[in-house]
């Protein structure tokens, strides 16, 4: 069983089981807020994936199925993909462009991929970052050639999220925080962010200019 073929799909049925592996990310996942993530893979060498990984029909592959944070998901790729040593690209595969970036589908679409699961339920931004075209990596190539070529971009990357859009939710009658108040982004409700336990949202977000829709449970929702 492939893992990341296993997660909860867009349009598929739920199975009546999950591999324990699959089962053990998505309730670590749903106990936490991750604002942005990235999984990483063998099997290729030099790509930063980004969701949409399938089309609703799976027979279509090889053509871009694009989420409404494409634009946000463009530019987190190829900071991380342009930070590498050497950048990314460089060794991208050669059905591929030579930007380091390339949308799931558009390469080859698979059901049940952790970065769609995580982005359409738990409004996570995440990207899948293919490492390596040996599936069978030593721990010491991994440490002496792979760590030192990814680090910078993993480094870039993650301080992303110190640029997202931050938006406090407090509770207008009792003026607390508000906890798991919702917030969708007008014209990308593909996802949902959610507050933390101190009321705080943080959410990766392309410049401009943009309406958003707060909700707390059993609230008047107001902005």
């Not at 073929?5 to 199975?15: A, G, H």
């Not at 558009?106 to 996570?124: N, P, T, V």
Request: proline share 6%; aromatic share 10%; charged share 20%.
């Amino acid at each position: 069983m492939d893992l990341n073929r296993d997660f909860p799909d867009l349009y598929e049925t739920p199975p009546a089981s999950y591999q324990p592996e699959t089962t053990a990310v998505v309730e670590w996942t749903r106990s936490k807020r991750f604002v942005l993530s990235a999984n990483f893979h063998d099997g290729a060498q030099g790509v930063v994936n980004y969701p949409y990984d399938r089309h609703q029909d799976l027979s279509i592959s090889g053509t871009p199925s694009l989420t409404p944070d494409h634009d946000e998901f463009v530019s987190l790729a190829t900071i991380f993909a342009s930070a590498c040593d050497p950048a990314l690209g460089t060794l991208y595969p050669s059905d591929l462009t030579s930007s380091g970036i390339t949308n799931g589908a558009a390469w080859y679409s698979i059901k049940g991929s952790l970065q769609d699961w995580q982005y359409r339920e738990r409004g996570s931004f995440s990207t899948t970052v293919e490492v390596s075209a040996s599936k069978s990596e030593t721990w010491e190539n991994s440490m002496n050639v792979e760590w030192p070529r990814f680090k910078e971009g993993m480094i870039a990357y993650a301080t992303q999220v110190l640029d997202t859009l931050h938006v406090r939710v407090f509770d207008g009658t009792a003026g607390r925080p508000a906890a798991n108040a919702e917030m969708r982004v007008v014209g990308r409700e593909d996802t949902v962010s959610y507050t933390n336990a101190y009321g705080s949202i943080y959410r990766p977000l392309a410049p401009g200019v943009h309406q958003l829709n707060i909700s707390v449970p059993d609230r008047v929702d107001r902005l």
